[in-house]
């Protein structure tokens, strides 16, 4: 009786004109509807993304005024489940959030640490779509990572700021489900005061439009992106826009403080991605480029389309390994972090690549120069094809991930090594990878037994023999 009259009441709420609410299964057989996990299954990061849905789109709007650091956002999430849900959870630090919707109706929402969960007014059923709208407002906190990760994030600068969110900083300055495995396309509306550029990932989605003082800078991703590429850079920049001699648009921006520098990332960034595409198959995105910026990071980020150095000018061997990562690391994505060594080995490789290419040393030179070290070195420790949670970045994951690759190519010869590349970056184009996947290939395009290979380099706690 009282589901009759619920019944009853609800169709009896329904206007005339819309169709009734209820197309997909019934609000009985959701009645098993549970939450998301809080985490995307990820052992190493168990907080890190989300469980029961799948991201296929962002459209971040946010508006940041340098002068008082104040961001305030409207990210709109258009996902599909993987299981009915009664309540899902999306990554986000700081900030206060005013109001969350699913499918435009006003929708419950808690938040513990990164976890911001939110309960849909009705459950949504395995595989529906749906979209979830968050608004939020506040002042940015990168992470500071005193370990070995330093500060990545949303990083306010003196004129703007820098974001580089390298593995998990996206939850600094959007709502997502944080983690690689979890790949959409984006759109981006970034609003900040007229004179100040806004660098996101892809392409320019047309000019940038004033009113009162602040401009509205908008960009789009068409391909899939893992969220730690996602970039909103902003500040006071010089740029220099075209083509790279294949005809890849191209486009180069420095703080003024690295003006000097304008010419040769253009350049060089150019040219480094024409030559890998004829190493590693087509250019997967839809333009290339680099940023500098002023922030002393330390580092340098691979984000999508526009890989960020923090702080210092790069040179060739950087370039040519950032841009490798648009195929090893963006293109094709890690599933688990412990596989990093899928994109930094690979683009550390790159850089021994490019030396070669440019007559500066053979690979074959830099990995007997690196076999060379001492009996003691920490890289013979660290086995590189398992990542550690608390050390991701080791060197051991660049050098001797690169080391790995050279010993393969000498184990296939250059010919099957070349075209094992070429077959990775086409069959996983846009997707998520895993070491084995790698290994299998290998395996399958050379008819050897690599195991004892990638074994003694990847996975053992000491230099191999
Ligand atoms: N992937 C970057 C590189 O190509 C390293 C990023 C390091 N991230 C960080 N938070 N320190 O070398
Ligand atoms: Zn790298």
């Given at each position: 009786v009282a589901l009759l009259v619920a019944l009853v009441s609800a169709l009896a709420c329904t206007p005339a004109d819309q169709p009734p609410p209820s197309t997909g299964p019934t609000a009985a057989a959701l009645s098993d509807a549970r939450a998301g996990a809080a985490g995307i299954g990820d052992a190493d990061f168990p907080n890190d993304g989300n469980g029961g849905y799948d991201v296929a789109h962002y459209g971040i709007s946010i508006d940041y005024t340098p002068a008082d650091k104040r961001l305030s956002g409207i990210t709109t999430i258009t996902a599909a489940a993987t299981q009915d849900l009664s309540s899902f959870n999306l990554d986000l630090t700081g900030y206060d959030v005013s109001g969350v919707t699913v499918d435009d109706e006003a929708a419950t929402f808690s938040r513990q640490g990164q976890e911001l969960t939110v309960r849909p007014a009705r459950p949504i059923a395995d595989d529906d779509r749906f979209t979830v709208r968050v608004s939020y407002a506040g002042t940015p906190q990168p992470v500071r990572n005193s370990a070995n990760l330093g500060t990545y994030g949303f990083i306010p600068t003196r004129d703007g700021a820098f974001v580089t969110a390298e593995p998990n900083g996206a939850k600094t300055w959007f709502p997502s489900n944080d983690h690689p495995a979890d790949k959409a396309t984006f759109d981006f509306a970034i609003t900040v005061p007229a004179g100040l550029t806004a660098l996101a990932n892809g392409e320019l989605a047309g000019r940038p439009t004033t009113a009162s003082g602040r401009t509205t800078w908008r960009w789009r991703e068409k391909q899939p992106m893992a969220t730690y590429l996602a970039t909103a850079t902003l500040?006071?920049?010089?740029?220099?826009?075209?083509?790279?001699?294949?005809?890849?648009?191209?486009?180069?921006?420095?703080?003024?403080?690295?003006?000097?520098?304008?010419?040769?990332?253009?350049?060089?960034?150019?040219?480094?991605?024409?030559?890998?595409?004829?190493?590693?198959?087509?250019?997967?995105?839809?333009?290339t480029g680099g940023v500098v910026d002023d922030f002393a990071t330390g580092y340098a980020l691979e984000n999508q389309t526009k890989p960020m150095y923090g702080g210092f000018a790069p040179d060739e061997a950087i370039i040519a390994h950032e841009l490798a990562h648009q195929w090893f690391g963006d293109s094709l994505s890690i599933r688990r972090w412990k596989d990093l060594w899928l994109n930094e080995g690979f683009a550390t490789y790159a850089e021994w690549l490019w030396a070669e290419h440019k007559g500066k040393g053979t690979a074959e030179a830099t990995f007997q120069r690196n076999l060379a070290r001492p009996a003691d070195d920490p890289i013979w420790a660290y086995p590189p094809g398992r990542a550690k949670p608390d050390d991701l970045f080791n060197q051991s994951v660049y050098t001797r991930g690169a080391m790995a690759l050279h010993a393969l190519r000498k184990a296939v010869g250059d010919d099957t090594f070349f075209k094992l590349l070429r077959a990775w970056t086409a069959e996983h184009r846009y997707s998520n990878v895993t070491t084995e996947q790698f290994v299998a290939l290998a395996e399958k395009m050379s008819g050897k037994d690599l195991g004892p290979l990638f074994d003694a380099w990847l996975h053992e706690p000491r230099r191999p023999a």
């Amino acid at each position: 009786v009282a589901l009759l009259v619920a019944l009853v009441s609800a169709l009896a709420c329904t206007p005339a004109d819309q169709p009734p609410p209820s197309t997909g299964p019934t609000a009985a057989a959701l009645s098993d509807a549970r939450a998301g996990a809080a985490g995307i299954g990820d052992a190493d990061f168990p907080n890190d993304g989300n469980g029961g849905y799948d991201v296929a789109h962002y459209g971040i709007s946010i508006d940041y005024t340098p002068a008082d650091k104040r961001l305030s956002g409207i990210t709109t999430i258009t996902a599909a489940a993987t299981q009915d849900l009664s309540s899902f959870n999306l990554d986000l630090t700081g900030y206060d959030v005013s109001g969350v919707t699913v499918d435009d109706e006003a929708a419950t929402f808690s938040r513990q640490g990164q976890e911001l969960t939110v309960r849909p007014a009705r459950p949504i059923a395995d595989d529906d779509r749906f979209t979830v709208r968050v608004s939020y407002a506040g002042t940015p906190q990168p992470v500071r990572n005193s370990a070995n990760l330093g500060t990545y994030g949303f990083i306010p600068t003196r004129d703007g700021a820098f974001v580089t969110a390298e593995p998990n900083g996206a939850k600094t300055w959007f709502p997502s489900n944080d983690h690689p495995a979890d790949k959409a396309t984006f759109d981006f509306a970034i609003t900040v005061p007229a004179g100040l550029t806004a660098l996101a990932n892809g392409e320019l989605a047309g000019r940038p439009t004033t009113a009162s003082g602040r401009t509205t800078w908008r960009w789009r991703e068409k391909q899939p992106m893992a969220t730690y590429l996602a970039t909103a850079t902003l500040g006071t920049f010089e740029l220099r826009e075209g083509r790279t001699a294949a005809g890849i648009p191209l486009l180069a921006a420095v703080d003024p403080a690295f003006r000097s520098s304008l010419d040769k990332v253009y350049t060089v960034s150019g040219e480094v991605t024409d030559y890998w595409a004829t190493v590693f198959g087509p250019y997967p995105f839809g333009s290339t480029g680099g940023v500098v910026d002023d922030f002393a990071t330390g580092y340098a980020l691979e984000n999508q389309t526009k890989p960020m150095y923090g702080g210092f000018a790069p040179d060739e061997a950087i370039i040519a390994h950032e841009l490798a990562h648009q195929w090893f690391g963006d293109s094709l994505s890690i599933r688990r972090w412990k596989d990093l060594w899928l994109n930094e080995g690979f683009a550390t490789y790159a850089e021994w690549l490019w030396a070669e290419h440019k007559g500066k040393g053979t690979a074959e030179a830099t990995f007997q120069r690196n076999l060379a070290r001492p009996a003691d070195d920490p890289i013979w420790a660290y086995p590189p094809g398992r990542a550690k949670p608390d050390d991701l970045f080791n060197q051991s994951v660049y050098t001797r991930g690169a080391m790995a690759l050279h010993a393969l190519r000498k184990a296939v010869g250059d010919d099957t090594f070349f075209k094992l590349l070429r077959a990775w970056t086409a069959e996983h184009r846009y997707s998520n990878v895993t070491t084995e996947q790698f290994v299998a290939l290998a395996e399958k395009m050379s008819g050897k037994d690599l195991g004892p290979l990638f074994d003694a380099w990847l996975h053992e706690p000491r230099r191999p023999a």
